[in-house]
């Protein structure tokens, strides 16, 4: 089975950017060989709310899930559309919002979509 490279990074909800705490809400995971963007999301409303009482869910919830879309379709600038390397760019780059991603991982995967899987119920979903 052959193995191709990936690189990702996870999205967290940062309820209080002055204090810098983090829940993992999601991940983006980039194949060039593949031709391959995605990303998938779980909001824990219990875990963000441990951090922040008054955390605005709605508001977790749209910027995760502008990512997820901004993944499968192309949107705003012709920049942001040039293509996939450049729109995981824009994706992860660092900002200062309720959503924002982590330093860029890299791996092997023969499958990029189970290895999305994989990573979110690693990395994203709540213990069970």
Request: net charge positive.
């Amino acid at each position: 089975m052959k193995r191709h490279p990936y690189v990702y990074a996870v999205l967290r909800a940062v309820p209080r950017v002055d204090r810098g705490e983090f829940v993992n809400v999601g991940v983006v995971l980039y194949c060039q060989a593949l031709d391959y963007l995605q990303a998938s999301v779980v909001i824990d409303p219990v875990r963000l709310r441990a951090l922040a009482p008054d955390v605005d869910l709605d508001a977790v919830r749209t910027s995760a899930e502008a990512v997820v879309l901004a993944c499968r379709t192309p949107v705003g600038s012709a920049r942001e559309n040039e293509g996939l390397a450049v729109r995981f760019g824009m994706l992860t780059a660092p900002r200062s919002t309720v959503v924002q991603p982590s330093p860029v991982h890299a791996g092997m995967t023969p499958d990029p979509g189970r290895s999305l899987a994989r990573l979110l119920e690693r990395l994203v979903a709540p213990p069970t």
